[in-house]
């Protein structure tokens, strides 16, 4: 009787939470700020435009004005879909990078407790994107050393 081995499809993307909800903050701190940054920059232009208009005597009602308005009022709503595209972005992708690298330290600090004597000493394995390979490498190399011959 053969047994067919069926993948899990791992349902749990908060395995660490305190690092990973730590990690997603920051992304999306610094997302924040730097389309803080990229929004400030947009009002300036906006405003240097209004000031050329009045350096140059061009009266409040000219078309000019009129096209600038419009202009801003439209930016400001692609800014605020950028912004929350962006934000969706960053959240799903903090938590699938946080979760590459909490991954294989939850598994690790697993097999590392779990060892009790000689015996039960197993090698390790991280799912193929995960990040620190070089780990499970060197964890296993150290099994292989200390299981009794």
């Known amino acids: 009787m053969s047994r067919n081995k ?17 990690f997603i903050l920051y992304t999306v701190i ?20 209004r000031e050329l208009g009045l350096i140059y005597k061009i009266p409040f009602d000219h078309v000019f004005y009129v096209f600038l308005a419009k202009q801003e009022v439209m930016m400001n709503w692609i800014f605020v879909l950028a912004a929350a595209l962006i934000f969706i972005f960053l959240l799903v992708f903090g938590l699938i990078f946080s979760h590459r690298i909490a991954g294989p330290l939850v598994k690790l600090t697993y097999y590392l407790n779990s060892v009790e004597n000689y015996s039960q000493l197993k090698e390790i394995k991280f799912r193929k994107n995960d990040f620190f390979q070089e780990i499970a490498t060197s964890y296993n190399k150290m099994v292989a050393a200390l299981k009794p011959k």
């Not at 993307?13 to 305190?18: A, G, S, T, V």
């Not at 997302?31 to 947009?42: L, P, T």
Request: net charge positive; glycine share 0%; proline share 5%.
């Open 6 to 22: 069926v993948k899990s499809v791992r349902l749990k993307y908060l395995i660490n939470p305190p690092f990973q909800m730590r």
């Open 30 to 49: 610094s997302s924040v700020v730097s389309i803080s940054i990229a929004y400030c920059a947009n009002c300036y232009f906006f405003w240097k435009f």
